[in-house]
């Protein structure tokens, strides 16, 4: 199956198709693209399936009339051979539609979810600003789901449709009353069931926002269980959920009243035609415009027809999960990265000086550095200037979420009116984009160099990093790139034995989701061994130390300059230890560098300074003299 996984390559690999996400209607139009010659290879089989189930009511009819009521046994002997080759048929295609069909169903489903890794990949770190982990979450998974539901309740209505066009014209053949009987009873389902199909799409949407906000609040109690049992937490939050829970169960209910409805008239109708087809084939009978074996057939076709229109009843409610599934995946595929690609990257020379333009600071390539403030914000937002990366309350986009007082037209300008305003602001940040960054690099502006060069050759591990599920090793070295001795040196310098320790088999024990099993301290010295095994060119460490006792912040302290030497590193920290051991010391105050030097000349001479590092400015001028000599 070479189509198995689906090769996405959309959002990363400049030049490759994207989904087309100017409405939900033309992104499910492209997920049938997607599938290629395979849906059109379904719709074919699919086809060969019913087609053959047709001619079984004329062929029982045929055998009746020709060999039951003519007593002609060879003729009955006939029949029922052709009737069986049909059977034949229909059960061999019916076997390879399945197989088509479940293939279909998996390259839709799996399709949405690279799909979305993709789009995260791409957007990075905006993507959580702009859309709750949950809504992603579901996009990822249920949505996907459904749109592969939809790949195979659309070849299989296509198919049954040309089976009933088949029908009809057998039907009319012989009967023009039956014939236009069975034309009629299509379109008025359609007539009927439409006025509750508006109603019903509106209830899913409703409960697959509240399903997504729902899987959010699960995310974060897991993400933060630890913290909330800390603080008592527990009971509030499980109450914040349970209340989720019943507002989801509460939509759902609502739209299930609507589905019901919806099956109803499908159920309603399919009987009564069967019904009223009975009733008008006895008729024919008795007036002589029918034969006996021609009203078996009837009845016949009339138990047949029910499945596909069933199979439209259910192709109505496919439809319109998938189209609220589509919109949400649209709200979330449709973003575009604040980043542009400059029209002529310039090369990135880590190997020379770096300066903020933000807060005047620069940066000595080789060397450690240390930053230093009063509002760690300051700091933080320096590093996020260093790596590119966009400022915390920026990148948000206008929510996709309508509510739910709003219905028909209302809810239609009050979408079209967001979705303008996405636009607007998603045009706003690629304006933005295309504006210097104000970090260079040897002179060169980050915003002329490729994206994916800065985060290779600049890496920015902050105080919210991500540890996966799986080994020790594969969490320190994803890639595979380093000799054990490469690991091993960079596990002594996080001082990180006891994360080692504390996992049965070593490299190759288990780690949990977000490192659950570890302490505070054991997943910060893991993200910081992960941070100096990637080895980049320029290294930004913010708060590395700040879980940890003084006695470990010592070691790291002294073994970090020795690991990084001849490398640029910038550490945002306050911790003396540290800094004792910085080649140079940057004092930021509102923001702004004020002071450099090292970290005993700043203690000496600087109050700014000593009030953030001694955590008091007006101390003792002996012991501010001992603490500078001892950092000498």
Known sequence: MRDFPPPIRAYTDRGAEAPDTR??????????????????????????WMVPQTVGPWIVGRAIDTGIVAGDPSATLQWVLVLGAVTLVGACSGILFHTVIVREWLIALYGTTKLVTRKA??????LTRRTPTGEVLSVSGSDGDQFGALMEISTRAISQLAAYLVVAAIVLSTSVRMGVLVLVSAPLLVVLG???????????????SRNSELTSMATDIVGGLRILRGIGGEETFGGNYAGQSQRVRQSG?????????????????????????????????????????????????????????????????KWTRSVVSARKAVAVLSQRPPWVHPDEPADLDTGAEIVDGTS????????LTMVVSAVPD????????????????????VSDEIPEELKGRAAKRERSARARAREEQARRDEERARQPWGVTVGGVDLSRVELDEVRRRVLVSDTSPQVFAGTLRSAVDPLGRLTREQAERALHTAAADDVFDALPGGWQGELEERGRGLSGGQRQRLVLMRALAADPDVLVLVEPTSAVDAHTEARIASRLGEHRAGRTTVVMTASPLLLHHADEVILLEGGVATAHGRHADLLADSPAYRSVVVRGGDADPSVLSHLAEESR
Request: proline residues 4%; hydrophobic residues 50%.
């Open 360 to 367: 005047g600071a620069t940066i000595r390539p080789g060397i």
């Open 194 to 208: 439409t006025p509750l199909l508006r109603p019903m799409q509106r209830w899913q949407g409703v409960e697959r």
């Open 378 to 397: 300051d700091s933080a937002a320096l590093a996020d200037r260093l790596g590119r990366y966009l400022p915390s309350d920026e990148g948000a986009l």
């Open 23 to 48: 409405s939900p209607r033309a992104f499910l139009w492209w997920m049938v693209r997607q599938n290629g010659g395979l849906f059109w290879a379904g719709l074919l089989v699919a086809i060969i």
């Open 121 to 126: 990949l791409q957007l990075g770190h905006v």
């Open 253 to 317: 209910v609502s739209a299930g009243r609507w589905l019901a409805a919806v099956e109803s008239v499908g159920v309603l109708l399919s009987g009564g035609f069967v019904v009223a087809l009975m009733w008008l084939g006895t008729r024919e009978v008795a007036q002589g415009r029918l034969t006996v074996g021609q009203l078996v057939s009837f009845l016949g076709y009339g138990l047949f027809l029910v499945q596909p229109m069933r199979t439209f009843v259910e192709f109505a409610q």
